[in-house]
């Protein structure tokens, strides 16, 4: 009834006015499973047609990232133009329903952590990135994480919609939390390489791999485990599935821990990822 209504509403309209209406009423059943007001659904109501290439993204890792995951912003300040360019594609192309699932976690990833970069270098030099959040003059906004500082499509998003409004609400992978880098040294390594759907399985694998056998971000032994706080924050994440901390951490770590193995967790080291 409602549907009849608006249309005798609008049967004035041009022919042309009502076909275009028509087709966007279809397009917006085909929409992905988001809320209507929120702001991945409108971000991704704005479909591209193909998948974003990453590879100019690719070159700049290469560039400004070192092997160990460390950043040379002093150097991507004074050599930005590339990676707006980038920034500007990401803004302009947000993932497709019709992309493959690698496809759209791809591009989500390397989009946190570049925009995390912009993020640091619109506020550098800074020892931290919390310490922006004392500089964010937004009301109710405290962190750097929920300021909304780019666009997706035509939606103001903040690093919170990518991470927990998108990635974990959507593809149900633990693995991004190996990942998402927030800049600061206790973060999984920074990968000097952009995600691409054709890798991507094998690269989140990797940084599984590489987080925790990396005795500066967790210490694990049979007895006992020094875990970093991401199996405490994300403790929920971990366990779906029928999968636990446990079980995870055994997938990736040499050194093997059981149920009964007494965890702690090592506290987090908010320093700069810089070279």
Same mark, same amino acid.
């Given at each position: 009834m409602a549907?009849m209504t608006?249309?005798m509403?609008i049967?004035r309209l041009p022919a042309?006015?009502l076909?275009?209406?028509?087709l966007t009423?279809?397009?917006?059943?085909?929409?992905p499973a988001?809320?209507?007001?929120s702001?991945?659904?409108?971000?991704?109501a704005?479909?591209a047609?193909?998948?974003v290439?990453?590879?100019?993204?690719?070159?700049?890792?290469? @560039?400004?990232?070192?092997e160990?995951g460390? #950043?040379?912003?002093?150097?991507?300040?004074?050599?930005?133009?590339d990676?707006?360019?980038y920034l500007?594609?990401l803004s302009k192309n947000p993932p497709?329903a019709?992309?493959?699932?690698?496809?759209?976690?791809?591009?989500?990833?390397?989009?946190?952590n570049?925009?995390?970069m912009r993020?640091v270098?619109?506020?550098?030099? #800074?020892?931290?990135?919390?310490?922006i959040g004392?500089?964010?003059?937004i009301?109710?906004?405290?962190t750097?994480?929920a300021?909304?500082f780019?666009?997706i499509g035509?939606?103001?998003?903040?690093?919170d919609?990518i991470?927990?409004?998108?990635?974990?609400?959507?593809?149900?992978?633990?693995r991004i939390?190996?990942?998402?880098v927030?800049?600061s040294?206790s973060?999984?390594?920074?990968?000097?390489?952009?995600?691409?759907?054709?890798?991507?399985?094998r690269?989140l694998?990797d940084?599984?791999?590489?987080f925790l056998n990396?005795p500066a971000k967790?210490?694990i032994?049979?007895d006992?485990?020094?875990?970093? @706080?991401?199996f405490?924050w994300y403790?929920?994440?971990?366990?779906?599935n029928?999968?636990?901390?446990v079980s995870w951490?055994?997938?990736?770590?040499?050194?093997?821990?059981?149920?009964s193995?007494?965890?702690?967790?090592?506290?987090y080291?908010?320093?700069?990822n810089?070279?």
């Amino acid at each position: 009834m409602a549907l009849m209504t608006n249309f005798m509403k609008i049967t004035r309209l041009p022919a042309v006015a009502l076909l275009a209406l028509g087709l966007t009423t279809l397009t917006a059943f085909r929409t992905p499973a988001f809320s209507s007001h929120s702001p991945e659904h409108k971000a991704l109501a704005s479909h591209a047609a193909t998948a974003v290439d990453h590879s100019a993204y690719d070159r700049l890792l290469k @560039k400004y990232v070192n092997e160990k995951g460390l #950043v040379n912003y002093k150097g991507l300040m004074a050599d930005q133009k590339d990676f707006n360019r980038y920034l500007d594609l990401l803004s302009k192309n947000p993932p497709a329903a019709s992309w493959s699932k690698h496809e759209q976690m791809a591009y989500w990833i390397n989009a946190y952590n570049a925009y995390t970069m912009r993020l640091v270098l619109d506020h550098y030099p #800074v020892q931290s990135i919390k310490d922006i959040g004392s500089k964010i003059k937004i009301p109710f906004v405290t962190t750097p994480w929920a300021a909304k500082f780019f666009s997706i499509g035509s939606t103001k998003m903040s690093l919170d919609n990518i991470e927990h409004g998108t990635l974990r609400k959507k593809y149900n992978d633990p693995r991004i939390h190996f990942a998402l880098v927030c800049a600061s040294i206790s973060c999984p390594r920074l990968r000097n390489e952009a995600y691409t759907a054709d890798k991507l399985e094998r690269q989140l694998d990797d940084q599984g791999h590489d987080f925790l056998n990396n005795p500066a971000k967790n210490k694990i032994s049979q007895d006992a485990a020094q875990l970093s @706080k991401y199996f405490d924050w994300y403790k929920g994440d971990w366990s779906n599935n029928s999968q636990s901390v446990v079980s995870w951490v055994n997938k990736y770590s040499t050194a093997k821990m059981s149920n009964s193995t007494k965890v702690t967790y090592l506290d987090y080291n908010w320093n700069l990822n810089e070279q």
